[in-house]
Structures are given as structure tokens and as C-alpha cells.
């Protein structure tokens, strides 16, 4: 069965320290990808980063990289040097082709606080 | 920019009312999404569509239906509502074909049933 896992419900950063949120997967599929989305106090789902399994090197988009490890089953989120506005909620997502549409299976999500 | 557009951000609504909840994107997506938010569950599938007028159940369907009669325009249903689905709801949408398809969010709409 396919299934997301983050075991930090809650993660503390002081403000330009790094912080790796952790994710492991679960799936029997050779093709699938792998999100990250931050979810800010507002609702709204951001799109943070991609990592495609066939891919070879590992995703960085700006202060966001995606530490892919694909024989441990894991993709943890790394955030360099920490804002204020990095206080959100953080979820790791799979997607799966089910012959028609993308399949988006979600972790349960991790709560980061950046403090001054 | 890239839009999905939930037409209610906060409603309040009386067990047993029918409740509407509509989403709209602006960017040609086949495939339109809704999910459930649930504080430690994460989100949860419910529906979705992959083309007009077509519809798959998602994991948690139960209690839900919906509509897609335009591309643009996912609907989602609560025929009687319960207090059991009173949480945030959120829409999606994204392009065929692939797994590598960003899909897109609206912004939520927080559903309280009393």
C-alpha cells in the first residue's frame, strides 16, 4: 500500500539555522514523485519543491533541497537558513499514475516553528 | 499566475443542511481534486475528476458527492451534513498526464456542521 510517513509532528529552529524535516514513502511503483508543500496559518497549500524518482540528483529549489534517498525510501526537506515566515505547517506528498490521473497521497504533516 | 478559487473560505452550517462547495480554476487542469484536512490525518482523498462529467471515488467518499459539469468547475456535496465533517476542505487541480504534474491548491474552506 502506498503511504507517506512523518514522524515529527513538531520541529524547533532557531532563525538562520538549517532544519531537515523528515519523510519516508512507501510504494511498490517504479515512477512516482515525491512534494514538498508548506501550508502557512492562512489555508493555503504552497508548492515547495519536486523530486521525480528517476532522477538522479537531488532537487534544490532556492533555500529548500530535497535530500532523496531512494534505496532508505526517504525524502527529507532541508531548509537553509531559517526565516520567521518558515513557521508553518510542512507536508510530504506522493504521487502515483493510476492510468487517467495523479494519484496525491499525503503525510500527516509537520509543524515548524522558527524562533528569533 | 496559477488559480484555484474556492468560493466560500468559512461557513457555518446546520446538521442535516445540504452544503455546496464550489472550486473553480482559471488554468485548463484536466484533473481536478478534493481532499479533507484533518489535524494529524493529513489530507485525505475524497474525490476527483479527470475530465468533464467524469468522477472517481477517492479514499474517503462517504457522505460526499460531486459535480463537474465544465472544466473549469468542481463541486463538492454534503447531502446531509454531519458534525463528523466539520473540518477544511481544500481543492486541487492539475494537468495530465504523469506523476510529475504540480497540482495546485485553493486556499481552503473551513466547514464547521453544528
Known amino acids: 500500500a502506498q503511504k507517506i510517513t512523518q514522524t515529527q509532528p513538531g520541529m524547533f529552529v532557531q532563525e538562520k539555522e538549517a532544519v531537515t524535516l523528515d519523510c519516508t514513502y512507501d510504494t511498490s511503483d517504479q515512477s512516482y514523485g515525491l512534494f514538498w508543500y508548506k501550508q502557512p496559518s492562512s489555508g493555503e497549500m504552497i508548492f515547495l519543491i519536486y523530486q521525480g524518482s528517476y532522477d538522479e540528483q537531488n532537487a534544490t529549489e532556492g533555500r529548500y533541497s530535497l535530500n532523496f534517498q531512494k534505496a532508505r525510501k526517504s525524502a527529507n526537506l532541508v531548509i537553509s537558513a531559517s526565516q520567521l515566515g518558515d513557521s508553518a505547517m510542512y507536508f510530504c506528498?506522493?504521487?502515483?499514475?493510476?492510468?487517467?490521473?495523479?494519484?496525491?497521497?499525503f503525510g500527516a504533516g509537520t509543524r515548524l516553528a522558527v524562533h528569533p | 499566475d496559477v488559480k484555484v478559487t474556492q468560493s466560500s473560505r468559512y461557513l457555518v452550517k446546520r446538521t442535516g443542511e445540504k452544503v455546496f462547495l464550489e472550486c473553480v480554476q482559471d488554468?485548463?487542469?484536466?484533473?481536478m481534486f478534493w481532499y479533507r484536512q484533518d489535524p494529524g490525518l493529513g489530507l485525505r482523498l475524497i474525490y476527483f475528476s479527470y475530465d468533464v462529467k467524469m468522477k472517481e471515488k477517492g479514499d474517503i467518499p462517504e457522505g460526499y458527492s460531486v459535480s463537474r459539469e465544465k472544466k473549469e468547475r468542481f463541486s463538492l456535496i454534503l447531502e446531509s451534513a454531519s458534525t463528523n465533517q466539520t473540518s477544511m476542505y481544500l481543492c486541487?487541480?492539475?494537468?495530465?498526464?504523469?506523476?510529475?504534474?504540480?497540482?495546485?491548491f485553493g486556499e481552503g474552506s473551513w466547514l464547521t456542521v453544528v
Open positions: 486541487a487541480s492539475s494537468f495530465n498526464p504523469g506523476s510529475g504534474n504540480t497540482i495546485y
Open positions: 488554468m485548463d487542469h484536466e484533473n
Open positions: 506528498a506522493m504521487s502515483i499514475w493510476r492510468g487517467g490521473y495523479n494519484k496525491l497521497i
